[in-house]
């Protein structure tokens, strides 16, 4: 299988080779070919930046252009060459079911929409392993445009739970509560508003303040060290004001990932211990945090109410119908898309309400694309998770590159456990921030950059 995989890209950078050498005369010596990496970087960062205010088909748009110009860069600027691995080969797969559902769909043209959005989130991630792969000193300065964006919509998200900003009702059950029990969840300048979203979103640039912390303590550089803890802190308190229980649950295996990795990296017993305080004195503030402060008490309580509360209990309905869906459409699903998903899910809902999708990543990705497609995102998701831990735990010798390395793998930790209960996974703010931690990954460990970290 390696062999076979080895040879069929060895052909492609050959015809690569070939192709070049037709079109390298056409735009030889270029202002624009020069350029091409310094248009794709800005274009990067104003997809990052765009994200906090933007709608979904500008900032689609904006990544398929740079896709665009990334193609144009393989074609025309010469060294240029691929390579791929097992986390590449099973997204690959994943596509080529995805690809099959849109054939095998009743409803070919909003499941082609649907695909068309995938192609697009899989297209930037390639872009920025190309990218980062030739720049990959700019990871630093990708991870602190994340951090002060997510840091700005804390601001915002403490500032709307200050003011207690208007709520819409089916955000939470309140059925059950007190009026002084209800917590005012803060949803941001993220469109469209969601608390849920915003959770989600802050969850995956969690690691980045957290990674660029640590690299500056490393660098002995302190009081960019305390800046980014700063940002650190005031992320995880606007996530709990943000009320988004599938982010707590994602927050928890964060932490509980962190305190994993970092006692199994540090071999100095003082600063294990100093650590198991700090990590002890934390969660003794963050109980005492619950037990005086009854909203975000009930909050958490209610994730344990199941049928009690309407929130839990319509979700239970949704996993219950989109079992049905799976196993009526058990090889290659109803097709890609929320559009697509939402006309089907009319045949199968329990209740009187309608759902945009399953509300778990894993259920969605089987219902969509079938059982292969489902073996591919798992399989994916587990050479992530092996390649990362096998580096993190045997390249000691390369503190800066194992530090970014355990950053991607928290936020992977975090960010698909939220997806066991939501779906806001598939919204672009959270994609785009995903593949950057999925590319960062590829380009230490695929492209072999961490001698130069």
């Known amino acids: 299988m390696k062999n076979l995989q080895s040879r069929f890209f060895s052909l492609i950078n050959f015809c690569l080779i070939l192709l070049r050498k037709k079109l390298h005369n056409i735009l030889k010596g270029s202002f624009f070919l020069k350029s091409i990496d310094k248009i794709i970087f800005i274009l990067i960062l104003f997809i990052f930046i765009m994200s906090t205010y933007s709608e979904t088909n500008i ?23 691929l390579k791929i ?37 899989l297209g930037f991630y390639f872009s920025l392993c190309i990218f980062l792969k030739d720049n990959y000193k700019k990871i630093p300065l990708l991870m602190t445009l994340v951090a002060f964006m997510a840091f700005y919509e804390s601001i915002y998200a403490l500032f709307q739970g200050f003011i207690g900003v208007r709520q819409i009702s089916t955000w939470q059950d309140v059925s059950f509560l007190n009026p002084e029990e209800i917590l ?38 302190y009081k960019k060290s305390l800046i980014f803890s700063f940002i650190f802190f005031t992320i995880i308190i606007s996530i709990i004001q943000t009320g ?8 928890f295996t964060f932490i509980v990932g962190l305190i994993f990795l ?29 037990c005086i402060y009854p909203p975000l008490q009930k909050r958490i309580f209610s994730i344990f109410l199941l049928r009690g509360d309407s929130s839990t209990s319509f979700r239970l309905n949704v996993f219950k119908s989109s079992l049905e869906m799976f196993k009526d459409n058990f090889l290659f699903g109803i097709g890609q898309g929320n559009t697509t998903f939402r006309e089907i899910y009319g045949l199968y809902m329990i209740s009187g309400f309608d759902a945009l999708s399953a509300y778990n990543i894993y259920l969605e990705t089987a219902v969509e694309s079938g059982v292969f497609a489902l073996i591919s995102f798992i399989s ?41 209960f939501d779906t806001v996974f598939y919204r672009p703010q959270i994609q785009f921030i995903f593949w950057l931690n999925i590319a960062i990954l590829t380009t230490i460990i695929i492209y072999k950059k961490y001698s130069k970290c």
Do not use: D, M
Request: with cysteine; hydrophobic share 50%.
């Open 59 to 81: 900032l689609g748009f904006v990544a398929n252009v740079i896709f665009c110009l990334t193609i144009f860069k393989l074609l025309f600027v010469s060294g240029k060459k």
């Open 184 to 221: 005012t969840r803060a949803y941001g300048t993220l469109k469209p508003y969601n608390p849920n979203l915003l959770g989600g979103y802050l969850l995956a640039c969690l690691s980045c303040p957290l990674t660029l912390c640590i690299l500056s303590l490393v660098k002995k550089h």
């Open 380 to 420: 994916f998701i587990y050479f992530c998770f092996k390649s990362g831990l096998q580096f993190v735990l045997n390249k000691l010798n390369e503190i800066k590159c194992i530090i970014l390395v355990s950053g991607t793998l928290l936020t992977l930790i975090a960010v698909l456990t939220h997806g066991i």
């Open 244 to 251: 988004c229980r599938g982010a707590y649950i994602g927050l």
């Open 262 to 290: 970092s006692f199994k990296l540090i071999n100095n017993n003082f600063v294990k211990q100093l650590l198991k305080k700090i990590y002890l004195t934390f969660i003794f503030l963050f109980i005492t945090i619950i």
């Open 85 to 121: 691995s097992y986390i590449g080969l099973s997204l690959l797969i994943y596509l080529l079911f995805a690809f099959i559902s849109v054939i095998n769909s009743t409803l070919i043209i909003s499941s082609l929409k649907g695909f068309l959005k995938t192609l697009t989130y």
